[in-house]
């Protein structure tokens, strides 16, 4: 196997160079590795100056490249003050969740002076992922793209675009975001919202001091653009758009779509959507922008980032124009995007839904509020499934499963709430206490699972998009209010429903997803809301391992980090 090393980024020629070097290399797996250097460096936005932790000194971070079949070994070496570990979000990680990267799920994280290689081998998988930091909040920084090239002689389900680009939309604090987080838990409170969004790391010329600030992506008159669009803000689902011009979805959460063509488009944290533009426009400065979706009393970050469509040949002071993008609070939008979304479901690139199910879960999602004897009014807010609010333990629940570590988690989490209730009426405000633990729901090997998630109001009903380690599911169902068990599974689509590794339950809805646990080991799930997170809402699947070695759980590396 050839060694290979690949850096893929920089400037929009060199992006060209690097992937017509990768669609006319030989047709064989290659192993290419990467070095990320975590480190600390002074960067300016909003007309502030902070260090922030980053890979490689490149906020966001390098783009990684790869080809489907291609296995990557990627040296983290932590610079940084803080603990640090990185998920490769979207990637299956087949019996390898020692390369997965959530820290005390999946691994320790890499102390300060310490490196891991996580090596990661990619099957069965192509188009756009991204990797971010899985500890705290320090993906607020540190994160980037994935991009997977189909084998080689296999091209796109869609016409072959002229060229593309990554949008990798996010979120930026003046202040540093560790003590932001640290404040807003000394209270029991929010920490305090994002000062921007940012598109490419940039929010725009709509900001102070943020001229220079401003991602802008050439085009030339006739052609069409794949535009790779990531969101990694921390807390905020966002619309997407692009002035005057139409966008074709074909693809989500690398997994190929029926093409529609929107006017905007709306992506949750963790998800990926890729788009055909064509600059079929009078030529000119056409803004793209992101904004915010937010259909419950939940104070955003409501502010509008910018970049630039740059028609070639147009001078840099032309005013660009502005897209009408979808008001805040538009549920209909929301609601009929996310229902155009199909799979390709085609000989090649089939939808295989399980049909049969071995074992139902149903989830509530709830806030809550529970007593603190360190915040300042005695209590904080928190977050749970079925009512438990999930306890991170000190060591990786991946090596305490392997190496069968008793005391550190338990596996009784229930397949349902206790006490069900009416989830989605009138606000419910007393009796808010949750029980805490770290416990984890055991799935047999290969066994077919539905969850249904479902979102309460207890405090408020709220939009929260859910990300699944180590599988893709399928999104069989989704509605407004409570789920009903006997009426909804008849209007499921098993056919041709969306595949993705990270769905939003609609405020004050539910939504079922389907998978086969045909992946051993420990995967995390968890609301990808950064705030929830750390609230609480999450919990994790010990999926068993199969009847031989090759389904079964890999040894771990002996590099990986101790706790």
Request: aromatic share 10%.
């Amino acid at each position: 196997m050839a060694r290979t090393k690949s850096f893929c980024w920089g400037s929009s020629a060199l992006l060209f160079l690097c992937l017509v070097g990768f669609f006319s290399t030989p047709a064989k797996a290659a192993l290419k590795t990467y070095r990320f250097d975590v480190q600390v460096k002074n960067v300016s936005r909003l007309c502030h100056s902070k260090p922030i932790v980053t890979v490689n000194g490149m906020f966001p971070g390098p783009t990684v490249y790869a080809r489907e079949g291609d296995t990557l070994l990627v040296n983290v070496t932590n610079h940084a003050q803080y603990n640090m570990s990185i998920h490769w979000h979207g990637l299956k990680q087949y019996r390898n969740g020692w390369a997965d990267g959530p820290a005390y799920v999946t691994q320790c994280p890499i102390k300060t002076g310490h490196s891991y290689i996580y090596n990661i081998t990619i099957t069965g998988q192509r188009g756009t992922l991204w990797w971010h930091a899985h500890i705290s909040w320090l993906r607020a920084t540190v994160y980037g793209a994935i991009v997977i090239l189909p084998k080689q002689g296999t091209g796109f389900p869609f016409p072959q675009p002229y060229k593309e680009a990554n949008i990798v939309l996010g979120e930026w604090w003046n202040n540093d975001v560790e003590e932001v987080v640290k404040q807003g838990n000394k209270l029991g409170l929010p920490p305090n919202m994002s000062d921007a969004h940012t598109i490419n790391g940039k929010p725009g010329p709509l900001f102070p001091c943020s001229e220079k600030h401003t991602y802008a992506l050439e085009v030339e008159q006739g052609k069409t653009y794949l535009l790779r669009i990531i969101n990694a803000a921390l807390n905020d689902e966002l619309f997407f758009a692009i002035a005057g011009h139409n966008l074709t979805v074909v693809e989500i959460d690398a997994v190929y779509t029926k093409q529609f063509t929107s006017q905007a488009i709306l992506i949750a944290p963790g998800q990926t959507t890729n788009v055909l533009v064509q600059a079929n426009q009078a030529p000119g400065r056409y803004f793209m922008a992101a904004r915010p979706f937010m259909d419950a009393p939940v104070s955003v970050d409501n502010k509008t980032a910018t970049g630039i469509m740059q028609y070639k040949g147009i001078p840099n002071n032309a005013q660009p124009v502005l897209p009408q993008l979808p008001a805040l609070n538009n549920t209909a939008f929301a609601l009929s995007f996310n229902s155009k979304l199909r799979s390709l479901n085609t000989a090649q690139f089939p939808a295989s839904v399980p049909l049969k199910v071995d074992r139902h879960l149903f989830y509530t999602i709830g806030l809550g509020i529970n007593r603190c004897t360190t915040c300042l009014n005695g209590t904080q807010l928190t977050a749970s499934l079925n009512n438990i609010t999930f306890v991170m333990p000190q060591i990786g629940l991946l090596q305490a499963h392997y190496f069968n570590t008793k005391g550190v988690f338990t596996t009784d989490f229930p397949d349902r709430p206790l006490t069900p209730f009416n989830y989605t009426g009138a606000p419910l405000t007393a009796n808010l206490g949750t029980k805490l633990g770290t416990r984890l729901s055991k799935l047999a090997f290969n066994s077919t699972v539905e969850l249904v998630l479902q979102d309460t109001n207890l405090l408020t009903v709220e939009s929260h998009p859910f990300h699944l380690h180590g599988y893709n599911f399928f999104v069989v169902g989704t509605g407004v209010g409570n789920f009903d068990p006997k009426k909804d599974p008849e209007k499921y689509n098993l056919v041709d429903p969306p595949e993705r590794n990270t769905i939003g339950v609609p405020t004050g809805g539910w939504v079922a997803i389907r998978f086969r646990a045909d992946n051993p080991g420990v995967w995390f799930m968890h609301c990808h809301l950064e705030l929830h997170t750390s609230w609480g809402l999450k919990t994790a699947f010990v999926v068993e391992n199969g009847k031989d070695s090759d389904h079964s759980i890999l040894p771990p590396p002996t590099d990986l980090p101790p706790c």
